[in-house]
Each structure stands twice: as structure tokens, then as C-alpha cells.
């Protein structure tokens, strides 16, 4: 027992002399961890970064020296498939916005052309000096509705049909504008059909007059000298004899106007004079005016040219506002003296025709002495003698008269085709309709022509290029 006892206490003993060992190996090494630590952090600059671990540190010096390697690149992507463009639906979406684009640009002309029209009427008349606040509020209504829709639609149908034509046919031929501008024509149906009329009158003369200057020039029909004003003369003449005799062939409105631009002519004195029978001649004093017809006509021309003066200068400044302004702020001096030339230009020029032709009249009649009604020769002299008065006028706007009187005389042939039975041309179905298509596609052939764009007037070709225009 005492054996066994006595090498149990000797183990014992030994396994406490290796615990101690082992703990004072684990002392001085953890010192000597400690110590290098503080010498690290003492010499270290910052430039390296330090590993740490369990009972070590170390400092990579190849850090310190070389800089850090880039980055690896990212993996390519797979190829991704092309975005395909449909370029026929683009430029489909592209011909639409265009076609909406002319829409809207014809819409705002039309109410902006009914809107002024009225203007200038209410300022001709005085109606807008009456009530001013009334009349302006009456500018938008339903007829301007229906003038600016048929300008929208006649814009938009041209441009569409033009493109049409010319994607069918892979290029540009001359007979698509013509085409273009009778189908565009069609949708004047929209339009209230007494302005209709009045438009395909207007249209009229201008494409017949297109016709004559397009057959002079090539070679068709010979040279004229002065002929703007023997058609203004004859056209004048003709206008006078209806005035007198035949006041049934001329627009109501139109007749109108000329009575009151005589200033003292009315109808029931003109029926008196050239209408109805009568047993002996009639004097001109005092049934038709006071004094003598020499002294009354002196008077008269002073007094039409104050009455045209102020008619002309509404006229003219109208167009030099809307058309114009560009100019009238760059060069205002240079545009109001313009504008006052022009309008004593052609307020001399209508003061001294209508004076002329009224004294004429009388004259003619009193060399005539006879009964009335005086013969249809009288005011047909009259006009013409009374017509040298354009000679006054400019020659860029003799044209102009000889396309509105024109207007005027197509008004009155139309009239007399009407009233003879075997004709009747009233009763065809949307005569107006057809004759305002045909009348269009003549100008539109002509404003997309080079060689024929100047036979329209400046003005026309451009509302034509406003209407149509990108």
C-alpha cells in the first residue's frame, strides 16, 4: 500500500512540474508576441497593412513597394439580337402627323380668313363702330365652323392625294397637282353653298385667265398690247348695262355696292330712267341730281375721292397687318408711304371712272332726248368712256381688276343660262361643286408648275403655300 501510495504522489508531482513548464513557455510567448506588436506600430508609416492573428503578426512589404493589380475584367456579354425597325410603319406615323399638321394649319386659316373678312365688312359698313362688343362676339359661329373645315379638309385631301399619286407612280408628273386639286375640290360640299357660288365665280376667272396666259405663252394665241385694259373696258361695259337694264343677272350684294358707290343712284330712279316706259323724255334735274350735270359731275369726283380714299386704306391695311408686319416693323417709314400711295392711286383711279361713267350716262341720255327707257347703247358707251380711268391705275393691279369684274360677268352669264328654258343649268345636281373642282385643279396645276406659277396673283400663291406648306 504504501508502494502504490508513494508512485501515485510521484505522478502527481510530475504532471504539476509539466503544467508548469507549459505555462510559463505559453508567458514568454505571448511577451514576446506583445513586444514585436509595439515595435510594429512604432515603425510602421502606414504605407503597409498588417495580418493578425491568433499569437502572430505580419507585414507584407511586397504591398508596400508594388501597387495593388487591376481589376479583373468583366466577363463579355452574349451578343444581344438587333432592334428591328419597321421604317414603312415610321414614315406611315410620319404622313400622318403630316396630313394632321395641314388639318390644323388650314382650320386656323379659315377661321382666321372668315374672322377678318368680317372685320373688314363691319369696318366697310360701320356695323363694328355701332355695337363693337356684339359684332365681335358674333365672329365665332357655325359658318365659320363650316368655312374652317373645308379649308382643313381641302388641305388635307390635296396633300394626301398628291403623296398618293406620286408614291404610285415612284416620281413627280404633272397632271397629279391637277388630280390633287379637283379631288381637293370635294370638300367644298362642307361649305354653305351661296359662298360656294361666290367662290367658284372667283376661282373661275382665275383659272380661265390662267388658260388664255398659259395658250399665249405657248404660242396659241398673239400678243395683245393693252390687254388688261380693253377687258377691263369691256367687262365695265357690260356691268353698266345690267346696272341699268338687267339688275336680275347680278349678285344682290354686288348690285348693292355699286349703288352706293354712285352715292346718289338708286333703283327706283334707275328703273325710272331705263326700266319703264314713259310718254316723254325725263330731265335730269332734280330726279336724278341738283345743278347741272356739268357742275354736279366736277363735284362728284371729289366727293367719290374722299368716299374711295377711305374705302382703299381699310382695304389695303388689312394685308400690309397680316401679311406684312415683318416689313412694317423693319421699315415703317417706307411701308406707310407706300400705303398711302397706293391708296390715292386707287382711290384717283375708281373716283375718276365712276364719275366719268355717271356723267356720261347723263349726257348720252340728254343727246339722246328721247322717251325712256333710253336705249341699251347708252350705258354700254358709258362704260366704256368711263373705263379709260384704270390707265390711272397701277399696272400690277390692272389684272387683278380685270379678274374681278370678270367674276362679275361669269356671275351674269351663269344667270341668263339659268333663265333660258332650254338650258336650265340651275337644275344640275351640284353644278357649283363641280365647276369650283375643275376651277381649283386648273390653279393648283399652275402654283406647282415653274413655268406658270406666276400667272396667279403673289397674294394667291401665298395662301396656297400657307395652306399647303410643312
Known amino acids: 500500500m504504501d508502494a502504490q501510495d508513494k508512485r501515485r504522489e510521484d505522478t502527481e508531482d510530475q504532471e504539476k512540474d509539466d503544467d508548469r513548464e507549459e505555462d510559463g513557455t505559453q508567458d514568454n510567448t505571448d511577451a514576446i508576441v506583445d513586444a514585436e506588436l509595439q515595435s510594429v506600430s512604432a515603425n510602421s508609416t502606414g504605407g503597409g497593412f498588417a495580418l493578425r492573428g491568433r499569437g502572430r503578426t505580419k507585414m507584407d512589404s511586397q504591398e508596400q513597394a508594388y501597387p495593388p493589380p487591376p481589376p479583373p475584367l468583366p466577363l463579355p456579354l452574349p451578343p444581344s439580337a438587333p432592334v428591328r425597325i419597321n421604317r414603312r410603319q415610321q414614315k406611315s406615323w410620319q404622313w400622318l402627323l403630316s396630313l394632321a399638321a395641314v388639318s390644323c394649319k388650314g382650320f386656323a386659316v ?57 408614291s404610285y407612280c415612284k416620281q413627280k408628273r404633272g397632271w397629279h397637282p391637277t388630280v390633287a386639286g379637283f379631288l381637293a375640290g370635294l370638300a367644298s360640299l362642307l361649305d354653305d353653298p351661296s359662298r360656294r357660288h361666290t367662290l367658284t365665280l372667283f376661282l373661275s376667272a382665275r383659272a380661265l385667265g390662267v388658260l388664255v396666259l398659259t395658250l399665249h405663252r405657248r404660242g396659241y394665241l398673239p400678243t395683245v398690247s393693252c390687254l388688261p385694259s380693253v377687258l377691263f373696258a369691256t367687262f365695265q361695259s357690260f356691268i353698266i348695262l345690267c346696272v341699268a337694264h338687267y339688275p336680275y343677272l347680278m349678285p344682290r350684294g354686288y348690285y348693292l355696292s355699286v349703288l352706293r358707290w354712285s352715292q346718289y343712284y338708286t333703283d327706283e330712279k334707275l328703273r325710272m330712267f331705263y326700266r319703264q316706259t314713259g310718254p316723254s323724255f325725263l330731265p335730269c334735274q332734280p330726279l336724278m341730281h341738283g345743278g347741272t350735270c356739268h357742275a354736279h359731275g366736277a363735284g362728284d369726283l371729289f366727293r367719290g375721292l374722299w368716299f374711295f380714299s377711305k374705302i382703299y386704306l381699310t382695304l389695303y391695311s388689312i394685308p400690309l397687318l397680316l401679311f406684312r408686319t415683318k416689313k412694317l416693323l423693319q421699315q ?29 350716262l347723263c349726257l348720252l341720255r340728254n343727246l339722246h332726248g328721247g322717251p325712256p327707257p333710253a336705249p341699251k347703247g347708252v350705258p354700254i358707251l358709258a362704260g366704256l368712256i368711263g373705263s379709260v380711268g384704270i390707265l390711272i391705275e397701277r399696272k400690277s393691279r390692272r389684272m387683278e381688276l380685270v379678274y374681278y369684274t370678270l367674276t362679275q360677268v361669269l356671275y351674269s352669264f351663269w344667270r341668263l ?54
Open 332 to 360: 415703317p417709314k417706307e411701308s406707310v408711304q407706300q400705303l398711302l400711295s397706293n391708296t390715292w392711286t386707287s382711290a384717283l383711279f375708281f373716283a375718276v371712272d365712276a364719275a366719268l361713267t355717271k356723267y356720261m
Open 110 to 166: 379659315g377661321a382666321g380668313l372668315h374672322g377678318g373678312v368680317r372685320l373688314v365688312v363691319g369696318i366697310t359698313n360701320r356695323q363694328l363702330f355701332k355695337n363693337p362688343w356684339r359684332y365681335l362676339t358674333s365672329l365665332p359661329s357655325v359658318d365659320a365652323l363650316r368655312f374652317a373645315s373645308f379649308l382643313a379638309l381641302s388641305s388635307a385631301t390635296y396633300k394626301a392625294s398628291l403623296t398618293l399619286l406620286q
Open 417 to 470: 343660262l339659268c333663265i333660258k328654258k332650254p338650258l336650265h343649268l340651275d337644275q344640275l345636281p351640284y353644278g357649283s361643286l363641280w365647276l369650283f373642282s375643275i376651277s381649283l385643279a386648273i390653279l393648283m396645276h399652275a402654283h406647282e408648275s415653274p413655268n406658270e406659277r406666276d400667272f396667279l396673283a403673289p397674294l394667291i400663291n401665298k395662301a396656297l403655300d400657307l395652306l399647303l406648306g410643312d
